[in-house]
């Protein structure tokens, strides 16, 4: 029934509820009582006794593709479609769908203290804890631009002093809160992917061995979204 006009399936729908009556005069132009119709149906759940919800909307399904791909689908576009009389007003200009695309933003980062941080090593000869201090940082899903600070040699209290700043390119999708991020899958891909994640920044803190795999101390992991 959806190639059918408004007023046909409004007179069948009554036919098969033996509702015999006409809801239409014949002096009534057209487009009138094909508004009417649509009207009646939308609203047809309202109407006591005989009233009962109707299907939904027809919502029709179309293919996607792309000029550099013909033949081969992009995926599928579901709408409806509106018709207007030309007398009315314009509905409006039509809705650009192509995909937003992100710009470049820039994460600053300034590390300039740290407090507290645990002692993890011991002098063998007086039992004095210290730690030699550093940061890493770098933003969750690019790890390729992992960052340090320099090291704070001999903290008896936890205490770094740093002033170092990070500074983290990246693309961003400000109407999603998403950052954009285009990368092989792995060294045997021929193309990247693109793929959207929350901005995270990743901040850790280690102790530096000179001798031995460094130590992890501590970890922070805040969205760059709420700022």
Not at 44 to 66: A, N, S
Not at 110 to 125: C, R, Y
Request: hydrophobic share 35%; with cysteine; net charge negative.
């Amino acid at each position: 029934m959806h190639h059918l006009s408004p007023s046909h399936c409004l007179n069948t729908y009554l036919t098969d509820k033996s509702l015999y009556f006409s809801l239409f005069h014949a002096e009534e132009t057209v487009e009138s009582y094909e508004h009417l119709a649509l009207r009646v149906l939308h609203s047809w759940e309202d109407i006591p006794e005989v009233g009962c919800r109707l299907v939904p909307e027809h919502i029709e399904t179309r293919p996607l593709y792309h000029k550099d791909k013909p033949g081969m689908e992009q995926g599928r576009l579901q709408m409806w479609v509106d018709m207007f009389p030309k007398d009315m007003p314009q509905p409006g200009p039509p809705v650009d769908i192509s995909p937003r695309k992100p710009k470049g933003y820039e994460l600053r980062v300034i590390i300039w203290n740290t407090e507290d941080v645990i002692l993890e090593d011991e002098n063998i000869f007086t039992g004095q804890k210290s730690s030699d201090i550093y940061v890493k940082g770098w933003l969750k899903g690019l790890e390729d631009d992992k960052q340090e600070t320099d090291v704070h040699y001999n903290s008896l209290t936890g205490e770094g002093n740093f002033n170092w700043r990070f500074l983290f390119p990246f693309q961003y999708l400000p109407a999603e809160k998403q950052m954009v991020i285009t990368k092989r899958e792995n060294i045997f891909s021929l193309e990247k992917m693109e793929c959207k994640t929350p901005a995270v920044l990743v901040l850790q803190v280690w102790d530096f061995e000179r001798l031995s795999s460094d130590d992890f101390l501590g970890k922070l992991a805040a969205s760059s979204c709420s700022y």
